[in-house]
Structures are given as C-alpha cells and as structure tokens.
C-alpha cells in the first residue's frame, strides 16, 4: 500500500502522461522472430513497475557488500578459462550486434536531416 501511494505521488497515472511513440511504421531491415516485442505492453509495464529497479539495485550494492566479505578470508578462484569463454562469447555478441545494427545506423544517419533525425526522432 505505501509503494503504491510513493508511486502515485511520482508518477502521475499512464492513461494521463504516458505516448505511445512509434519507432517506424516501415523498417528498412524486418526484424527475425526473436527480435518481435509488444513494445507498447513493455512500456506500459515498465512505466507501472518502474519501482522494481530500485529493489533491484538495493540488492545489488548489498550482495556486493556481502561477497566482500565472505571472501575476505578465502583465496582468490582461478577464473582465467571461464572469463576467456566470457570474453569469447562477448566478443560474438558485440559481432552479431554491429552486424544487426549498423545497416539501419548507416541509413538513418545518412538519409534526410540524418544526425538530427537518429539522436532527436527515434
């Protein structure tokens, strides 16, 4: 109950504040399957349960407190083959990412009022 009156005292009410701002009613590149979202559902939750972020975050910075110390008495582990996977599989990622991504940077960028329309429109 109180969560609901702190958010209803910063957020006004979504049917009040909240548009619905289309990205683009004709994609140059369609999106693959997994890519398809209800952006306007997740933006109707995110903008309900914007509060989630705050817990979120509180539980973040106290279970860093709390590795600190449980493994202020231990060794250190050996991580170097798990974290060149890691760093092998984000270097995939970031690959596949600017594949996906630049074609329609490219576009937007040097189409009509490019820069304006990439930072200001979308």
């Not at 369609?30 to 209800?38: A, K, M, R």
């Not at 996906?100 to 990439?118: D, I, Q």
Request: neutral net charge.
């Amino acid at each position: 109950m109180a969560a609901d009156l702190f958010s209803a005292s910063i957020v006004p009410p979504m049917e009040e504040a909240y548009v619905d701002w289309p990205i683009k009613d004709n994609p140059t590149y369609l999106p693959y399957d997994f890519e398809v979202i209800n952006v306007t559902s997740s933006r109707q939750w995110m903008w309900q349960n914007w509060t989630c972020t705050l817990y979120i975050s509180v539980f973040y910075v106290i279970s860093i407190y709390l590795g600190q110390l449980f493994m202020r008495s231990r060794s250190p582990f050996n991580l170097r083959g798990i974290l060149a996977i890691w760093n092998f599989g984000l270097a995939l990622f970031s690959f596949a990412a600017f594949a996906r991504v630049a074609p329609e940077l490219l576009e937007v960028v040097t189409g009509h009022n490019g820069f304006y329309r990439s930072v200001c429109v979308r």
